[in-house]
């Protein structure tokens, strides 16, 4: 599956940090160094573009969580 470098360190930041919230700043803290006011959004739409990847290769792929009001979390099986 092709990912592009930012999706692979969401991916892999998510994956590392199983059944922790990472807050939308603190992902894109970790995957780009990133702390900008256009963080949330950005995010948003890099996890969006994974979960559609991962959900071509395995239509019931539902490992990556949102935690509304605070982020995302890798989801133990």
Same mark, same amino acid.
């Given at each position: 599956?092709?990912?592009?470098?930012?999706?692979? *360190? +969401?991916?892999?930041?998510? &994956? =590392?940090?199983?059944?922790? +919230?990472?807050? =939308?700043? $603190?992902?894109?803290?970790?995957? =780009?160094?990133?702390?900008?006011?256009?963080?949330? &959004?950005?995010?948003?739409?890099? +996890?969006? *573009?994974?979960?559609? $990847?991962?959900?071509?290769?395995?239509?019931?792929?539902? *490992?990556?969580?949102? +935690?509304?009001?605070?982020?995302?979390?890798? $989801?133990?099986?």
């Amino acid at each position: 599956m092709p990912l592009t470098v930012t999706e692979f *360190r +969401v991916l892999e930041a998510l &994956a =590392r940090r199983q059944g922790h +919230v990472l807050t =939308r700043d $603190k992902l894109l803290d970790l995957v =780009r160094g990133d702390e900008s006011s256009s963080a949330n &959004a950005s995010s948003m739409s890099y +996890v969006r *573009r994974l979960r559609r $990847k991962l959900e071509a290769i395995d239509a019931t792929f539902s *490992r990556i969580e949102t +935690v509304i009001g605070l982020g995302y979390r890798w $989801k133990d099986s």
